[in-house]
């Protein structure tokens, strides 16, 4: 357990409406990651933030934006939701584990836009 | 384009067996790959790791095996338990981010 959370996990939003989803880590770790997961993608990297206040963007980056002000909190904000982006999205940290660094997840967020 | 491919979407096996998931590459310069189960409603969970040092490492009854010159990778679960029973991605990472696969989904059979 790498001590992430996501909130909300469910939500029903609508086409155009502001969305953020927040991940909370309680271990102090640098590396913080947004993924989504579609059937026939598996995951793809949207952003990633290795440290406070520095974040860049990843695969699929369009249309999302993130903010880290503190260490163990990642918001990823979907400014204006569009039915593409209904998905499940999972937060991840990075940690030593296996042989080097691995990336640990949290249970994911179920978004469906209508 | 999809740099990790897992070609089988799904996979059946009886209880006892071996179960084989496999997993190609294309970028030369991943040095890191890993394997991650996942059960429904639930985020992926790290299960074993292979460094491009190596081409075998084993955990139990997970092993997975390394063919650089192929590209490929597999991950052999011996004997398969209907526990076993979830999505299984693979990974691989050029020390910068990671990659990940489609997924198969594999169903054990009791």
């Known amino acids: 357990d790498a001590g992430i959370t996501q909130s909300p996990r469910h939500k029903v939003t609508e086409t155009g409406t502001p969305v953020t989803l927040r991940c909370h880590q309680t271990?102090?770790?640098?590396?913080m990651y947004w993924y989504r997961q579609d059937p026939g993608h598996g995951l793809r990297l949207i952003h990633y933030?290795?440290?406070?206040?520095?974040?860049d963007k990843g695969e699929v980056s369009d249309g999302y934006s993130v903010s880290r002000s503190k260490t163990e909190d990642f918001l990823l904000t979907l400014e204006s939701a569009t039915s593409s982006q209904t998905s499940v999205y999972f937060c991840?940290?990075?940690?030593?584990?296996?042989?080097?660094?691995?990336?640990?997840f949290g249970p994911g967020t179920r978004l469906l836009v209508l | 384009d999809q740099q990790v491919k897992q070609n089988s979407p799904s996979l059946s096996v009886q209880e006892g067996r071996i179960s084989i998931l496999n997993c190609d590459y294309t970028?030369?310069?991943?040095?890191?790959f890993l394997w991650y189960k996942k059960y429904p409603a639930e985020g992926p969970t790290f299960l074993i790791s292979?460094?491009?040092?190596?081409d075998k490492n084993e955990d139990g009854r997970f092993t997975v095996f390394l063919n650089k010159s192929a590209k490929h990778l597999s991950l052999h679960i011996v004997p398969s338990q209907p526990g076993d029973s979830a999505v299984y991605f693979c990974?691989?990472?050029?020390?910068?981010?990671?990659?990940f696969g489609t997924g198969t989904s594999l169903t054990v059979i009791p």
């Open positions: 990974a691989a990472s050029d020390g910068n981010q990671f990659y």
């Open positions: 991840a940290i990075s940690a030593i584990g296996g042989v080097q660094e691995t990336q640990y």
């Open positions: 970028n030369s310069m991943f040095d890191y």
């Open positions: 271990e102090n770790h640098r590396y």
């Open positions: 933030s290795y440290g406070v206040k520095d974040t």
């Open positions: 292979i460094s491009s040092i190596k």
